[in-house]
């Protein structure tokens, strides 16, 4: 939640983009509008796609979901898939989009989580996952996650 000069705000992807127009240095947004939309559609699968796998394997009731092994595998294994493709990504550029960008903000502390969860990953996750946890805001968000 934010509130700011009269406003509130609840979805994170609304107030980082938010933030980002309100405090643009240093750039959280590629300049391209191009590559912009390609930030916006991570931002979207981290909170569509990934989030509905999450459930799955997590707590399928929540959604209404049987909570059964195979209903918890076939989340589980969504969201192995998923990181593989975020894998593709990465073994292109350190960063999701390129450079640091909301992309990786939005994934953070799912892929932190889902690590401490169990969830395995490829070579280049990992070594995303370990510049991720070596940024100053992501330890000082997720501190007591990362241990």
Known sequence: MLEDEGMAFAESTAILEYLEDEHPEPPLMPSSAQA?????????????????????????????????????AQGRAELEHHVALLAARLERA????????????CYAPLVLMAERMGLSVEPAVADWQDRLRARPAVRAAMGPILG
């Open 94 to 105: 350190p960063w999701l989009a390129g450079d640091y960008s909301l992309a990786d903000i």
């Open 36 to 72: 912009r939309a390609d930030v916006r559609q991570l931002m979207c699968w981290s909170n569509g796609p990934w989030m509905m796998s999450w459930k799955r394997w997590v707590a399928p009731a929540s959604m209404g979901f049987p909570d059964t092994a195979e209903m918890r």
